[in-house]
């Protein structure tokens, strides 16, 4: 179940900001493992930040996420958990299966293709291995400066994507991803072109 937030999104980015600062440095990145799994609940999998903080590092092989048992609660329960991160700013957020509007099954319906376009026939993975890692890195992991309010009560992520072999895709080489400020749920999460919100 997401944890509920007391405060408003921006003063708790506020309050992430000036922690950081107090400590000497923005607190907004965190230390990933290279063994740390890229869904915070559910099936281990390969892909981390690998000592690059806020960039998200796509393996090229592995396990394929979220896994067909996770999928298959989605054909009944648009509220079935695919994954869920915790994060320095907003706590708690969740990729639900959801719908067209929102959730995996918005990101499948309306982000399939460019997600394996960005793979580009790279090794073994999935559109989805590759949006899970996306997702967990921009939201675990985030970039100095990153999350940005958005509107309309949502929250934006960026981050540049690149392959465990160094290389980077070729036509979007960064990750959007948007969160509802209310809900604390993966509104979408789609490659781009542009390094910004």
């Known amino acids: 179940m997401p944890q509920k937030r007391r405060r408003s999104v921006i003063t708790g980015v506020a309050a992430v900001l000036a922690a950081g600062l107090l400590a000497g440095g923005l607190a ?9 799994p890229v869904i ?4 281990s999998a390969a892909g981390t930040t690998s000592g690059n903080e ?19 609660g989605c054909a009944s329960d648009d509220r079935q958990l695919v994954a869920q991160y915790d994060t320095d700013a907003l706590g708690r957020v969740v990729l ?5 509007s929102q959730g995996y099954e918005h990101i499948r319906v309306r982000h399939e293709q460019d997600w394996t376009e960005v793979l580009g ?25 990153y999350p940005e309010d958005a509107g ?3 929250v934006c ?10 290389s980077r895709p070729d036509r979007e ?19 781009t072109r542009t390094d910004g919100c």
């Not at 915070?40 to 099936?43: D, L, N, Q, R, S």
């Not at 639900?96 to 067209?100: S, T």
């Not at 890692?133 to 939201?139: C, N, Q, S, Y």
């Not at 992520?157 to 160094?166: E, L, T």
């Open 28 to 36: 907004l990145t965190a230390d990933r493992s290279v063994d740390e």
């Open 40 to 43: 915070a609940e559910g099936p």
């Open 54 to 72: 806020g960039v998200v590092v796509i393996t090229r092989d592995g396990p394929d996420l979220p896994g067909a048992d996770v999928l298959d």
């Open 96 to 100: 639900q299966c959801g719908n067209p």
């Open 121 to 145: 026939g790279r090794g073994s993975r999935d559109w989805d291995d590759a949006m899970l890692t996306a997702v967990r890195t921009a939201l675990t992991a985030p970039r100095s400066g």
């Open 152 to 154: 309309d009560g949502k």
């Open 157 to 166: 992520f960026v981050a540049p994507v690149s392959f465990d072999d160094g």
């Open 173 to 191: 080489p960064f990750v959007k991803v948007i969160v509802s400020a209310t809900t604390d749920r993966v509104i979408t999460a789609y490659p």
